[in-house]
């Protein structure tokens, strides 16, 4: 069982920047992880992924603005959040894409205003 908890959230005005956390309670070298939002009334979306080797990608949304990365050693992935908009309100989800299942943590608000 892996734990997954996200921090960083908040509420900033557009054009600010958050930076989220994501901490694994084991280890994610091997393992693709991921950024998903979901905002009120919307299906959750990916925003960013990283693979296991660093590869990343975004949603068209999220390009040039957002970047991913991760820290093996710290167990922990991060987004880092820039110019952001109102439209990127929601909840954010750590996912982690283990062999035999996903995980995902609770979720941290971010709230942007005009």
């Known amino acids: 069982q892996v734990q997954l908890v996200e921090s960083g959230g908040g509420s900033v005005q557009a054009g600010g920047s958050l930076r989220l956390s994501c901490a694994a309670s084991g280890s994610i070298t091997s393992i693709n992880m991921g950024w998903y939002r979901q905002a009120p009334g919307k299906q959750r979306e990916l925003v960013a992924g990283?693979?296991?080797?660093?590869?990343?990608n975004y949603a068209d949304s999220a390009k040039g603005r957002f970047t991913i990365s991760r820290d093996n050693a710290k167990n922990t992935v991060y987004l880092q959040m820039n110019s952001l908009k109102p439209e990127d309100t929601a909840v954010y989800y750590c996912?982690?894409?283990?062999?035999?299942?996903?995980?995902w943590g609770q979720g941290t608000q971010v709230t942007v205003s005009s």
């Open positions: 990283i693979t296991s080797g660093g590869r990343t």
């Open positions: 996912n982690a894409d283990f062999p035999l299942r996903y995980y």
